[in-house]
């Protein structure tokens, strides 16, 4: 016969078990997430770096195009001096205007560009502060979870061990319906019984079932498959006859 208590002591550590693993677990995906966090941080920051090369590439171009320009103004000026007729120097007067509204749009262009790029300095700048300290989340959660994890790997078996210990104690003909259950509910293959409702489920549980309970025997849940145990304090007519 399968005891109420060697029930519930089996749920607990079940419980404990999969509590302890889940924690386990978290930590490496809380470590992927600062690593991913770090990653687009500085994927950004190269971006702004990227965007800050390129406008400073335009506005050097620019600048080479507005030198061409004010040394193209200063040919046509001077051949302005020398025109031999009225229509070559009012041909040259135009170009020499032409020139210089292209160079004013190209100076104003010039300016923006590093005006823009004042702009992309200081995102950069925040940028690069985010990395900074994304990696230094980064850092501190690798070295808490490595301390914790120790701990944690240290109880999980400990737990095994009285896992063990305990299932070694179940009876050979019922053991085998238990780690069937547990292969396939893992720490939900136990419920405690609440009322008449299966704790897990909470679908109620027939009369023949509780009787079967209160008799000391091992009952599963008809709805859900768990192995079902009575409260704490409750542990069954038979022990309540012997008393």
Do not use: W
Not at 67 to 79: C, D, F, P
Not at 125 to 136: C, F, H, P, R, T
Not at 137 to 142: D, P
Request: hydrophobic fraction near 35%; charged fraction near 35%.
């Amino acid at each position: 016969m399968v005891t109420t208590e060697a029930l519930r002591e089996l749920h607990r550590i079940h419980r404990q078990l999969s509590d302890l693993r889940e924690r386990l677990e978290r930590g490496p995906k809380q470590v992927r997430a600062r690593q991913a966090n770090v990653a687009n941080q500085e994927a950004a920051l190269a971006k702004i770096k990227n965007d800050i090369k390129t406008s400073r590439m335009n506005a050097d171009r620019k600048n080479v195009d507005l030198k061409s320009g004010e040394a193209k103004i200063k040919e046509l000026e001077v051949k302005l001096n020398a025109a031999n007729s009225n229509k070559e120097y009012q041909a040259l007067k135009d170009q020499i205007a032409a020139a210089k509204m292209a160079g004013s749009v190209l100076s104003d262009e010039i300016l923006e560009g590093f005006e823009s790029i004042d702009q992309l300095e200081k995102l950069a700048a925040e940028a690069q502060q985010k990395v900074n300290g994304s990696k230094d989340e980064l850092a501190k959660a690798e070295q808490q979870i490595a301390a914790s994890a120790e701990s944690l790997q240290a109880d999980v078996t400990r737990l095994e061990r009285e896992l063990k210990e305990a299932e070694s104690a179940l009876p050979a003909d019922f053991k085998v319906d238990y780690d069937r259950i547990v292969r396939a509910k893992g720490e939900d293959a136990l419920a405690q019984v609440d009322g008449d409702t299966c704790g897990g489920c909470f679908q109620s549980i027939r009369a023949n079932q509780q009787n079967d309970l209160q008799m000391g025997r091992a009952v599963f849940c008809s709805s859900c498959g768990r192995l079902l145990y009575l409260p704490e304090g409750q542990t069954g007519r038979r022990k309540r006859q012997e008393d």
